[in-house]
């Protein structure tokens, strides 16, 4: 996310200023389409790494609380069932959905950044 956020070019937006658009409106317009794929690409591996932190969720995590992370320790433990796999298997189709979605995000930026050129 940083190294979309460093490459953006402010001079971007400037010019959208500078043809009357408001700061949302340029934001929304110029700034959003060109690091969409950064920040899809952050989102896919924050979600990855919330679920390899089963033990940072055991050691603060309430009683009451029962994360996902956390039900499928306590699953593993106990034995596997098809609960577990069956969520296994929908966190892997997530996964590649999201990364065929910034694959998609990507392209459409680049196409867009060339487009402009």
Do not use: H, K
């Amino acid at each position: 996310m940083l190294a979309t956020l460093a490459g953006f070019d402010r001079n971007l937006l400037r010019a959208a200023l500078v043809c009357g658009a408001n700061p949302v409106v340029a934001f929304y317009r110029v700034m959003l389409p060109v690091i969409l794929p950064g920040v899809a690409s952050g989102a896919v591996f924050v979600f990855a790494t919330s679920f390899d932190e089963v033990i940072v969720v055991l050691l603060m995590a309430g009683s009451e609380q029962r994360t996902l992370p956390r039900q499928m320790f306590a699953g593993i433990n106990d034995n596997i069932s098809l609960t577990i796999t069956a969520a296994a298997t929908m966190l892997i189709v997530v996964s590649a959905l999201f990364m065929m979605s910034v694959a998609w995000f990507r392209q459409r930026a680049t196409a867009a950044r060339e487009a402009a050129v």
